[in-house]
């Protein structure tokens, strides 16, 4: 319906809605991207259903009208909603929503071509050894200069003298050139008959084209991808687009490869490191409704798909899927909402599905779908505990005696290895053997993490290096660093000290952060050329590895220290996903467990293989706790530059608490990282009942205190993370 007068949702926080008048013939509707006037400046904008975004109501003579519209379909009614229900429930800014939905800048700015480059197969009239390279690397290329240069491994400067002696020539392309088409029956698996349940459930789900929250809960190596396929073909079949939110980058090449096995297309990738012109074509081809499937990491939630008819969120239970600033939200809960404003199935698959997760289910609000045994008659691993208080590692040392043995044997068969320990770099500290001084981040509360492999010592949370310096900063005493504990390279020093023909693959975010790295690793592995893989929570995840028989857990006990609330939760899925990747092809895997706690609950569950137990355990203790599901946390973080300033802050909010019988304040007190970033940062809990108005709660009480500039208050609803 054209609308006269406009009112728009700016894509800027500090501002409210906006009013406008419709130029004539501008046929503006509701969710038209927009361009209007602002001072002297201009500001993008959604033109908004007027009764939603309440503000003052400006008078028809004195509105300025809107300067254009922008050349992309209008943000649908069933993402509008989805905008104004992440914005209220994790108490943000609309606008700061909005804005992971017009996600690329280049997008609105209409049709655009680039110019790319090809040889010509002409000859430059003098041969330098520099260009002899290029042409032979760029043999059947066609890309940018800056990509070419990149693909021959030659400066930019040797492709230009090429392109001025006609030997590249220049090729106008449309930057929105269509993505391959991907066809639902190009290779159809047969499918075990408990997977052809599962799938069959799934498709009917597709056509049905309702709301339908489905969890697959199916053991690692069971075929949860191969089943959910089969509900992805029936949404291409049916000309609906489908997206699939995958947890790390790392994971999507060898998802990638699967997937084009299986369509004969690859899907279209969305993450935060595609080049700008990459961006572009995906988010046009989204909201066209020609991406037929779209990977993604959490961000491509909110992005404008014309026609979604699947949501799938593999490995449901990471902790990846929850962001962390800015908008603080869950992408798996937002996925479901997401699900049910568009009237589709949101499948969630997992081996240890989070708790909450399974509690819905439980209840009969999801759907559940088990996968009870591994594809292809593999057996799940053998589980065995090695206690750390009587199996010692020698000093400066970690690997047990029995994992070990176990690592030489594995060798000697010429089978794989893993091991699992969730600390980048070689040590977590480093101090002076001479005064104890510890090396620590100017900007956190946290130690420098020494990284061997790369020369720094590096803060994990701001960023933060400096080179290991030869002499104590604090005494002056020369050589005298040691470093404290072990990361992931430390370990693999220890195996390369122990089995020295052994090759040895670290695996961490830090030797992983590319799609390409990603991977080389994943087809070196496949290839047989590593024997042992060291890893953190990277290595967890979706790898599927045939000839991987042995996975060793460092420290099980790591996780358990700190205060998160949902500590054994994590242990319990990072060690049964890690233990997961043994045994996936014919030959049985085995998995040992390094802990000083063989008795803790949840390390016993882990060596029973009794899920059940553990999850009852954890229930119970979540709702003595009134924790979630039974009952919700949020986190309030005050913070400034100047802990004066942040600490009064707090003190004012919390002395202004609301007193409820449902919802209990506790705080302000220093956050477990008091200093993150350069800011200094206070916090307070909030834990309700179920019942309570927790969100109207928080909002009314924030609005009524004021604050200098420099504080800043953030809201954590559902935290996942206490720091
Ligand atoms: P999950 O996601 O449950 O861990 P996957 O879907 O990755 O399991 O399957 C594990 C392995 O078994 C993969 O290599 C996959 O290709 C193989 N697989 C599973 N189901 C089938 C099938 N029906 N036909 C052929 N291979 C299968
Ligand atoms: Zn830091």
Not at 9 to 15: D, G, K, P, T
Not at 265 to 272: D, I
Not at 315 to 325: P, T, Y
Not at 449 to 468: D, K, Q, W
Request: with cysteine; glycine share 8%.
């Amino acid at each position: 319906m054209p609308v006269t007068r406009a009112r728009l949702l700016v894509m800027n926080a500090a501002l409210g809605p906006l009013d406008y008048r419709v130029p004539e013939g501008m046929a503006v509707e509701h969710g038209s991207v927009v361009v209007a006037p602002l001072g002297p400046r201009q500001v993008t904008g959604i033109v908004w259903e007027e009764e939603r975004l309440p503000s003052d109501r400006v008078p028809d003579e004195k509105l300025r009208p809107l300067l254009g519209m922008l050349d992309v379909p209008p943000i649908r009614a069933e993402l509008r909603r989805l905008i104004e229900w992440t914005a209220d429930y994790y108490v943000a800014p609309m606008a700061a929503v909005a804005r992971m939905v017009i996600a690329s800048g280049g997008a609105l700015r209409g049709p655009a071509t680039m110019t790319e480059y090809r040889l010509t197969g002409g000859a430059p009239e003098r041969m330098t050894a520099q260009r002899q390279r290029a042409i032979e690397a760029l043999e059947g290329e066609q890309a940018t200069i800056r990509e070419l240069s990149g693909i021959a491994g030659v400066s930019e400067g040797v492709l230009r003298g090429l392109v001025n002696h006609g030997v590249l020539e220049p090729v106008e392309v449309d930057v929105d050139r269509p993505y391959p088409r991907a066809s639902a029956d190009h290779h159809l698996p047969d499918l075990s008959a408990e997977q052809r349940e599962v799938a069959g459930r799934l498709v009917e789900a597709v056509e049905a084209r309702a709301f339908a929250p489905i969890l697959i809960d199916g053991v690692t190596g069971s075929g949860k991808t191969e089943t959910y396929f089969e509900a992805i073909g029936a949404a291409i079949a049916e000309g609906r687009q489908v997206l699939v939110m995958l947890p790390e980058i790392a994971l999507t090449e060898a998802f990638l490869g699967r997937f084009e096995e299986r369509f004969g297309a690859l899907p279209v990738v969305w993450h935060s490191s595609l080049k700008s012109t990459e961006r572009r074509r995906a988010w046009r081809a989204i909201a066209s409704g020609e991406a037929q499937v779209v990977v993604g990491a959490r961000s491509a939630l909110f992005l404008p798909y014309a026609n979604l008819g699947l949501i799938v969120v593999d490995e449901a239970h990471e902790i990846s899927f929850k962001q962390d600033d800015g908008v603080r939200y869950n992408a798996r809960d937002v996925a479901v909402m997401r699900a049910r404003f568009e009237g589709i199935p949101v499948v969630l698959a997992s081996a240890t599905p989070a708790l909450e997760s399974l509690h819905m289910a439980d209840t009969g609000i999801y759907e559940k779908l088990v996968l009870p045994s591994r594809f292809g008659g593999a057996q799940l691993p053998d589980i065995k505990l090695v206690d750390l208080t009587e199996e010692k590692p020698g000093s400066g040392a970690w690997i047990a005696p029995p994992l070990r043995a176990a690592l030489i044997d594995r060798l000697e068969k010429g089978e794989q290895s893993l091991l699992f320990l969730n600390r980048r770099g070689y040590a977590p500290l480093t101090l002076c053997r001479h005064c104890g001084f510890r090396f620590q981040c100017p900007n956190c509360s946290a130690w420098l993490v020494e990284h061997r492999l790369s020369r720094r010592l590096a803060c994990h949370h701001c960023g933060h290096e400096t080179a290991p310096p030869g002499k104590c900063p604090e005494c002056g005493e020369p050589d005298c660093l040691v470093a404290c504990g072990p990361g992931v390279e430390r370990i693999a020093d220890e195996v390369a000290e122990m089995l020295p023909e052994a090759r040895v693959a670290v695996v961490t975010s830090d030797t992983l952060n590319s799609p390409e790295k990603a991977a080389e690793f994943v087809a070196m592995a496949e290839a047989k050329a590593i024997d042992v893989i060291v890893g953190t929570q990277l290595v967890t995840k979706g790898f599927h590895f045939p000839e991987l028989t042995l996975v060793g857990v460092i420290d099980a006990d790591l996780g358990l220290e700190g205060g998160d609330l949902r500590a054994a939760e994590r242990t319990y899925q990072q060690v049964a996903q890690v233990a997961g990747r043994a045994g996936r092809g014919a030959k049985p895997g085995e998995v040992l467990i390094q802990t000083r706690h063989p008795e803790a609950p949840v390390i016993a569950a882990l060596e029973a293989g009794d899920r059940d137990a553990f999850y009852e355990a954890e229930t119970d203790a979540r709702r003595y706790a009134g924790a979630p599901p039974f009952g919700r946390w949020a986190a309030i973080i005050v913070s400034s530059e100047d802990e004066r300033e942040a600490r009064e802050a707090a003190q004012r909010l919390g002395s202004t608490r609301p007193h409820l019988d449902d919802v209990q304040v506790l705080g302000p007190a220093p956050a477990p990282m008091a200093l993150l970033r350069g800011r200094y940062r206070f916090r307070l809990l909030l834990n309700a009942k179920r019942s309570a108005e927790l969100q109207q709660v928080i909002r009314v009480w924030l609005s009524g205190v004021e604050h200098p500039p420099g504080v800043r208050i953030g809201v954590d609803i559902d935290p996942y993370s206490f720091v």
